[in-house]
């Protein structure tokens, strides 16, 4: 994307957005269920009682192991913007490598929050002062609880644990209420199980330079 056109878009959200929305960038890789996350987290927001929530994939193909990114709109009021979103109050990176690849720091707002599934300490992982850091090992948790699927870790609904301990915005209620209404009780709570114990083994810091 030209910059131009990067600034209209940004341009435009500024005028869009309102004070109290807050809106929510999942950076993954093909497989490992951003978009899944992103639309129980606006199920568990609309539980939680907001009247606006919004989640919509990246526009393209989810290749397996590709980069991608889903987006996540939770509002007090209803919601009226659909454009695809560029900038952020909290990014949820469900693979710490990406960190690397993708420029996660430079679609965080100011005061913002960033959710990393890493085994690092939340101050060690290059931050600016101004974005709180929230760490969590969420592939430890599952592989731990044995949520497997394909032979590979289930990270993304860990990853909702450590979001509503990171942000306060949904509970662990919700959260659980959400999977409910998606999966089948069995696999609800061999989910919610993960999610309870990231909830527990995230850690916040505000990092200082």
């Known amino acids: 994307m030209g910059r131009k056109l990067m600034a209209f878009f940004i341009s435009r959200q500024r005028k869009e957005r309102t004070d ?3 809106e929510i960038i999942w ?7 951003a978009v899944v996350a992103a639309q129980i987290l606006a199920e568990s927001a609309y539980l939680e009682g907001f009247r606006g929530v919004t989640s919509a ?16 709109r939770i509002s007090e009021e209803p919601i ?5 979103m560029e900038m952020a109050d909290i990014a949820v990176v469900l693979d710490e490598t990406l960190l690397g690849v993708v420029d996660v720091k430079g679609r965080i707002r100011k005061g913002g929050t960033v959710i990393v599934n890493t085994c690092a300490k939340p101050e060690s992982l ?7 850091v929230a760490a969590v090992d969420a592939t430890g948790i599952a592989l731990k609880l044995r949520l497997m699927k394909e032979g590979a870790p289930v990270i993304n609904t860990p990853m909702l644990g450590a979001f509503a301990k990171a ?7 919700n959260v659980e209420k959400a ?3 998606k999966l089948s ?9 993960t999610v309870r114990a990231a909830y527990e083994g995230t850690t916040l810091s505000k990092v200082k330079g």
């Open 80 to 84: 009226r913007m659909f454009s695809q």
């Open 126 to 132: 290059g931050f600016a002062a101004d974005v709180d």
């Open 179 to 181: 999977l409910r209404s």
């Open 167 to 173: 942000t306060g915005i949904v509970s662990l209620g």
């Open 27 to 33: 950076f993954g890789r093909g497989g490992q269920g």
């Open 185 to 193: 009780a069995a696999v609800a709570s061999q989910n919610f199980e």
């Open 57 to 72: 994939p990246t526009f393209g193909p989810e290749r397996r192991g590709a980069p991608v990114t889903a987006s996540t």
């Open 20 to 22: 109290n929305m807050k």
